[in-house]
Every structure is written in C-alpha cells, then in structure tokens.
C-alpha cells in the first residue's frame, strides 16, 4: 500500500454542515512509541450525516446507469454506507430530511445525470443496491479493492454489505415517503 493519504477536494462541494474534529496518529498510541511526541491537528470537515447523503445519492446513479465503464474503486462508497449504518450515522442522516433535500437539489444543480431525479431519491424512492452488469462490476470491485487491502477493518462480504445497503434503503424510504 503506498504511504499517502488521498482528499478529495472540489470546487462543486458545499463544504456544509460541517464540524471540528482533532486528527492524530494512529501511531501515537502504541506503547513502544511513547517517547515520540506526534502531532495532532483541528480540522473542519464535513458532517458524517451529509457524507452518507452524498454517497447514497452517488450510489442511487450507479444504479440508474445502463453503462459501466471502469467502476475501479467505485465500491467504497457501498462500504462507506454499510459502515456509516453500523455506527448510527446513517439512521441520524435518514430522519434529517431538511439535509435530505439539500444534498438532492444540491446534485441536480451540479451533478446532473439522464434518467435521475435526486428528488426522487430522498423522497422515498433510494436505490442503492444494484441488479445485473452493475451487481456483477461492483462485486469484482469491492473484491479488487478487498485484496488491495483497502479496507482499514476487517471488511464483510460483499453480500453482507449489499444486505445492510438493502435495509438502509428501506429505512431511507419508509421515512422518505412522509417527506
């Protein structure tokens, strides 16, 4: 794996809601290294409940694409979903409808796509499991990526994230439909 760290900046991103978090190494905690002092570092970043909006909204137009050109690495964000379900940011994200709504018209103004409404998506009609050409390309990527080692936690099937993702996108449009 290569020592670097990869951000994603763009001039298409809100940049809110956001917060402060303090980042600092992992390193800092292992015992035979306590004489190092590391450093650690206060940085804004995006609320957790709008990545999940984000990225749900990204694989809802995975889902909606006839065509699949290179998915390599596209898989994380399934991942991610599963993830942000296990910690209950999901659920959080879910019943925020206002962010919801935010994050969909925020996409369609930059981030057209043909055949998708994000409208649609936060308003109880979220796709974020995929069927045919597009399951079988996102499962040859999420094992790519698994054997790349990826994954910071031991990662679960790629059938047990495509069932959490199933119950995430009930959740999302059960709650969805009274908005």
Not at 147 to 152: I, N
């Amino acid at each position: 794996m290569a020592p670097t760290v990869k951000l994603e900046f763009g001039a298409r991103g809100t940049g809110e809601p956001h917060a402060q978090h303090t980042i600092s190494s992992d390193a800092a905690a292992v015992p035979a290294l306590s004489a190092i002092t590391f450093p650690a570092a206060t940085v804004s970043v995006l609320t957790a409940e709008r990545t999940f909006w984000e990225k749900a909204t990204a694989a809802h137009v995975y889902t909606h694409r006839t065509a699949f050109r290179g998915a390599r690495g596209f898989a994380r964000h399934w991942y991610d979903l599963a993830r942000l379900h296990a910690t209950g940011v999901a659920a959080r994200a879910i019943v925020d409808r206002p962010l919801a709504r935010e994050v969909a018209d925020w996409k369609a103004l930059f981030f057209r796509e043909p055949g998708v409404d994000y409208a649609e998506a936060v308003e109880g009609r979220l796709q974020l499991v995929p069927h045919g050409e597009a399951l079988d390309t996102l499962r040859e990527d999420f094992a790519a990526m698994h054997l790349a080692g990826l994954f910071f936690t031991t990662a679960p099937s790629f059938e047990e994230v495509m069932r959490i993702c199933t119950e995430v996108e009930a959740h999302a449009n059960e709650t969805g439909m009274g908005s």
